[in-house]
């Protein structure tokens, strides 16, 4: 039995092909039931190598880790011993590339601009915040990458059915496609998750968000 607090089970792990090529982004959940079902293993980056782990021995290093590094993971907490929250798991018989193409989707385009305005430059949470056709609909603009912006109530207000320079109203950067996932790029600022990096740098990589 597992007692936790429901934010971890939630939290991310990066699950690998059994080439190590990144293929999504998974729960902790999730990929504990593929741990106990065989299906994939654990890998933890150490002294520069990847080593890899099934439960078993991934519970021998984790009575190690609470015992000497212990503010330096999530945990869960069983009832006869703590397990360290596993960041990569690999799946052992899984060979498939990942996809090359990054969705369009609302979530991607917030995470893209990093919820701000592309507009006055502010942040916002993302209740306060719409997508703004930089060419407004009624003109051609299409609903694209380079079209599409994070915008908050006020400038998108001021901006109506007009382009930007005709409301006074100048882009903070030039909306582009992403290279990957970036919702993926902003995760990589944690040091939680620091141990994707090395995964994740090669530009044809995109990691599919939690399935």
């Known amino acids: 039995m597992i007692a936790v607090e429901p934010s971890v089970l939630t939290s991310n792990v990066l699950v690998l092909n059994k080439y190590y090529a990144a293929v999504r982004i998974t729960t902790v959940r ?3 039931c593929m741990l106990f079902k065989n299906l994939a293993e654990i890998i933890s980056i150490e002294n520069n190598q990847y080593a890899s782990y099934d439960f078993a021995s991934w519970r021998e290093v984790s009575e190690f880790r609470a015992r000497y590094e212990r503010e ?3 945990w869960l907490r069983c009832v006869r011993f703590d397990l360290a929250v596993p960041r990569i798991v690999r799946l052992l018989d899984y060979d498939r590339l990942p996809q090359t193409a990054v969705k369009f989707t609302r979530r991607n385009i917030y995470a893209r601009d990093r919820n701000r305005c592309q507009y006055c430059g ?3 949470p993302t209740s ?3 997508l703004d ?4 609909r009624s003109r051609g603009g299409e609903a694209a990458w380079n079209n599409i912006v994070c915008c908050c109530v006020a400038c ?3 901006k109506g ?3 930007p320079q005709e409301a006074c109203l100048r882009l903070v950067a030039q909306p582009v496609k992403p290279k990957r996932s970036p919702a ?3 995760q990589l600022n944690s040091r939680r998750y620091a141990s994707w990096k090395q995964f994740l740098d090669a530009a044809y990589w995109n990691v599919e968000l939690k399935d």
């Open 184 to 186: 993926v790029t902003l």
């Open 128 to 130: 306060e915040l719409s």
């Open 122 to 124: 502010r942040r916002y």
């Open 30 to 32: 999730r990929a504990m």
């Open 161 to 163: 059915g007009r382009l």
């Open 156 to 158: 998108n207000v001021r």
């Open 133 to 136: 056709h930089v060419v407004p």
């Open 72 to 74: 330096h993971h999530e």
